[in-house]
């Protein structure tokens, strides 16, 4: 409600998954944010994705157009574009490769309302000629 945006929505029961969609453009070119939701997140958000997209990509009209070169804010600066090296200097060496992928995993546990909980963080960096492509974040409790 607060960006006036239309929410997307496929699949049902443990295959749903429900996003919205935001786009803008930096100096090195336009990019799409979609902000996801599945079945065990409910309506909070539980992970996003950030990708650069080919010149002349046609952009969904449900797709708000977001102004400033980046969405993300964060105590570190990651930008579409960077150096493979550069991530890695700011992010630490992955967890795991594959192809063009990165791969940061983090688990841990915590307690909620007095009940113990575990919880995953994956982040995927996905490479073209060696600079950062896209940003794929997932956050996911599980009890």
Known sequence: ?????VAGHR????????WLCFHGASEAGPWALWLTSD???GPAIGGFQ???LDAGEKIDS??????????????????????????????????KRYKRTSLYYHHHDLTI???????D?????????GRLWSVAVSYQVVS
């Open 39 to 41: 079945e065990v997140d």
């Open 11 to 18: 699949g049902d029961a443990s295959d749903a998954i429900s």
């Open 121 to 129: 963080n994956m982040v995927y960096f996905t490479y073209r000629n």
């Open 62 to 95: 449900r797709c708000k157009q977001l102004d400033g070169s980046s969405p993300l804010r964060s105590s570190f600066s990651i930008r579409l574009g960077m150096s493979e090296s550069r991530i890695e200097h700011v992010m630490g060496l992955p967890t």
């Open 113 to 119: 309302h007095g009940q113990p909980y575990s919880a």
């Open 50 to 52: 950030w990708q650069r």
């Open 1 to 5: 409600r607060h960006f006036m945006a």
